[in-house]
């Protein structure tokens, strides 16, 4: 990947410059059969339809924090990327209360309405569907990202030393987000082409890392497996084989 990149939005322009086509996430969910690939160039568009949701309907920008209250999911990490390219500080598991914005699924829609801003509600369905009616208090992902453009710049530029993330208590700002992104991608013996089957959460940095952010800075792509446990081992071993998987993460 290129070494000047200091952002995970720029780890994300740098792999769609280098191979569009090739996978970047591949998300199982065990509990509902769900198997969705997205290559660079998809992941790509739905991270700019949802900067642009952010940055333009959600009236967000540098500064501003979002309590992401999300599984391991492939749009979980499509928000934490356009969140990276807006500037928006990403917040897991955040306080709503504290939040201008807040994400939520289906479990985590009581607790969302806490935030007196914005409030997106995803219904992490398979395929992406909307809900059948827009929770209260809340709009539909699925119904607000379609319409948005598959193209963003950002209305103010992105400080790479800003925070970027906060999880487990710890604030990292762009920067510190790649150099750790890289560190990891080489403690795990990853490369360009490495492909890592993460059964990990989202709800602390291990888990982002082998689920996103690792493989993304590697120029590798990641198998994020929700409700994995539910998965019998000679599935998993199918899994593996059938995926391709050079690394795992369990």
């Not at 290129?2 to 720029?10: G, I, V």
Request: proline share 7%; with cysteine; net charge negative.
């Amino acid at each position: 990947m290129n070494a000047s990149d200091r952002t995970p939005a720029d780890l994300l322009r740098s792999a769609l410059a280098a191979d569009p086509a090739r996978p970047l996430v591949t998300f199982y969910d065990d509990a509902t059969g769900e198997r969705v690939e997205l290559s660079v160039a998809t992941f790509a568009n739905w991270v700019a339809k949802t900067a642009n949701l952010l940055q333009g309907e959600l009236s967000a920008g540098p500064g501003d924090r979002l309590a992401l209250l999300l599984p391991a999911h492939w749009q979980s990490a499509v928000w934490l990327l356009a969140c990276s390219s807006v500037g928006v500080t990403a917040e897991i598991g955040g306080d709503p209360a504290d939040a201008d914005v807040v994400v939520a699924g289906p479990d985590t829609l009581e607790a969302g309405l806490a935030c007196s801003g914005e409030r997106i509600a995803l219904s992490l369905a398979p395929l992406g569907r909307r809900f059948p009616a827009a929770p209260a208090g809340y709009a539909d992902y699925a119904v607000e990202v379609p319409s948005q453009g598959d193209r963003f710049a950002p209305f103010a530029p992105v400080d790479p030393e800003a925070p970027a993330l906060v999880v487990g208590g710890t604030e990292r700002s762009g920067t510190q987000l790649v150099e750790q992104a890289r560190t990891d991608a080489a403690a795990l013996g990853l490369a360009p082409g490495s492909r890592l089957l993460s059964g990990l959460g989202y709800e602390d940095w291990a888990g982002l890392s082998a689920g996103l952010y690792a493989p993304l800075a590697a120029g590798g792509s990641v198998v994020l497996c929700r409700n994995l446990a539910e998965l019998a081992p000679e599935s998993l071993e199918k899994r593996v084989e059938s995926e391709r998987v050079t690394h795992t993460a369990l």
